[in-house]
């Protein structure tokens, strides 16, 4: 990251009650992808480093003994234990406050860790050590994410679906209005972005890969309005804090949008496709850096 962006714990401050509504899912096949390609048969331990609202760690949590969900937001943290008790598996989760650059805490010893989004927010390179020790022998770092040539935008073209395409663009310079040109992120700013090249971090920290998966996108999804301001809400550069007492303003200038967009209420997106990255640790610990 080329900026002097530190992290802050008001970067997610308000997003968790919108996450989980808000966001697109991963692309279907998830659990048994990642079940065939790590020989995952429901025991063991994963990890989920940044684990948000516990959207990846409950969609696997059939695939190992115990399931612990790291996340420095408490939001975050409280919505993914709301969600694993409605699922029925609150004795095989566990959901801990903290930054991932405290770990191990204390947690032990995991077949399987997960970052889904998250990592470019963390000190990769302390973080992958790390987490690379917290790992058995021969156990796996698995990184999810969006394909990236699957950017969820309109350009994705909705011809054929019955509804019109969400107009993230205007969406964007809704947000610019009132926030300024530079993209914010907790008490600071990100001019250039979150950075990517997270192979190079993984494989300068010993890791060995990366075997790469990908399940396919392009299903058609309906949203509605609602479901468009939560997304807008979920996100760390529009986050609810960031508008302080014009949030109300902000929320009734973007529903404005959406009524002109689509007058029903519902709009029309294509599912994108998820990306699998699998790293594996060493076979036996001398085997380690």
Known sequence: MTTDWEWDDTLFLGTAAYYRRGRLPYAPGLADALAGVLGLDGRGRLIDVGCGPGTVALTLADLFGEVVG??????????????AAERGVSGK?????????????GLGVFTVAAFAQSFHWMDRDLVAATVRDMLRPGGALV???????????????????????????????????????????????????????EAAVFDRVGFTGPERHVLPGG???????????????????????????????????????????????????????????VWRTAPTAEGRP
Do not use: C
């Open 70 to 83: 790291v996340d420095p937001d408490s939001g975050m943290i409280a919505e993914a234990a709301r969600a």
């Open 93 to 105: 989760t566990r959901w801990v406050r903290a930054r991932a650059e405290e770990l191990p805490a």
């Open 143 to 197: 990184h999810i994410s969006d394909l990236k040539s699957e950017a969820r935008t309109e350009t994705r073209a909705v011809g054929g679906l019955p509804h019109p395409a969400v107009p993230h663009t205007a969406l964007r310079e809704v947000v610019r209005s009132y926030l300024g040109p530079v993209r914010r992120a907790g008490r600071g700013v990100l001019p250039h972005g979150t950075p990517g090249g």
């Open 219 to 277: 299903q058609a999804l309906e949203r509605t309005t609602d479901d468009v301001v939560a997304g807008v809400f979920s996100m760390s550069f529009s986050a609810p804090h960031l508008f302080g007492a014009r949030r109300d303003d902000f929320e009734e200038d973007v529903r404005r949008l959406l009524r002109a967009a689509s007058p029903t209420g519902s709009f029309s997106v294509h599912q994108p496709g998820t990306e699998i990255s």
